[in-house]
């Protein structure tokens, strides 16, 4: 009973922060939400979220704290500058749910034990994009303290179609950088195959036809094999973040290793330098269908 009644603080209200917020008031999960920029909250509150002035008010004002944000340095950002772990109550729990990689959440498990070791750290980053955030559909790789997980049940059933505990925390991170090695390499195989049916003179068309249906292609790729069909690019999952999450892995592995997925690396740094960053990761299609050719 007590993961339903206790309060939950949202910091970070970018495209996933948001979604999370708003499944969360759906569940009736009272609220609270801070951002940097105020105006990213206004929708929130007009839905029954209270928004926190600061990151310490909106720690202090909730019994679990989730932080989604961009990068490790935001995270440690909004937890040390912002005060956030000085204004966590006793006995909080803080879900971490960005996707930092695991040096990012060694480096905040740190943290916790160095500064805050009667505040339990969950780190739980999730499987899923906008629209599934929207949805309460994420899949939530959860790792912590066993004794939490009683606390946070709601709060993850209010977010995720499933929950996977994994064991300490520092492996939800871990398997989420695995989890985004497929992911980047199932979007590199659309983007690929598209680029060298059009430079055979297929239409897309033809390409759906023969491999929809089959083993070969997951819904995921499916859908995007059909936004790519439409030219519709606007960012499900940007690839800027797609990117980001890519080298976060390469990071964990050591970048001596794993050739192809380097090169996969380079290859999407290519559409990011031709400004492409802030549109879905499946642009790359259009940077692959554009080599070689004369400025």
């Known amino acids: 009973m007590a993961a339903t009644v206790e309060a939950v603080a949202f910091l970070g209200i970018g495209a996933m922060g948001h979604g ?60 040390r500058d912002q005060g956030m772990l000085a204004g966590l109550a006793p006995g909080a729990v803080w879900v971490q749910m960005s996707t930092i990689g695991v040096v990012g959440i060694e480096e905040v498990a740190a943290m916790v034990d160095a500064e805050r070791r009667d505040v339990t750290l969950i780190d739980a980053p999730v499987s899923g994009s906008r629209d599934p955030a929207e949805q309460g559909a994420l899949t939530i790789f959860a790792s912590g303290s066993d004794e939490a997980r009683p606390r946070v049940a709601s709060l993850f059933d209010a977010l995720g179609q499933r929950t996977i505990w994994v ?32 430079q055979l003179g297929l239409e897309i068309e033809t390409v759906m ?68 960053g802030d549109q879905d990761l499946t642009v790359v299609t259009q940077t692959l269908e554009h080599q070689g050719e004369t400025p």
Request: net charge negative; no cysteine.
């Open 20 to 79: 999370m917020a708003t499944s969360a008031l759906r569940a009736g999960i009272p609220t609270v939400v801070w951002n940097r920029k105020p105006e990213a909250t206004q929708d929130l509150a007009e839905l029954g979220a209270d928004v926190a002035d600061t990151a310490a008010e909106a720690a202090r004002r909730a019994a679990i704290v989730v932080t989604m944000v961009t990068d490790t340095d935001a995270v440690v950002s909004i937890a």
């Open 167 to 198: 064991g300490p925390v520092g492996a939800g991170s871990r398997v989420k950088v695995v989890n985004n090695t497929w992911l980047a390499f199932g979007a590199e195989a659309i983007a690929t195959s598209v680029a060298l049916a059009r």
């Open 209 to 276: 036809d023969a491999l929809g249906g089959g083993p070969l292609v997951s819904p995921w790729q499916a859908a995007k094999l059909q936004r790519i069909a439409t030219g519709e690019f606007t960012a499900q999952f940007a690839l800027s973040l797609a990117l980001k999450d890519v080298r976060l892995a390469l990071e964990a592995a050591g970048h001596d290793r794993f050739t192809a997925f380097a090169g996969l690396a380079d290859e999407w740094q290519q559409a990011l330098d031709q400004g492409l």
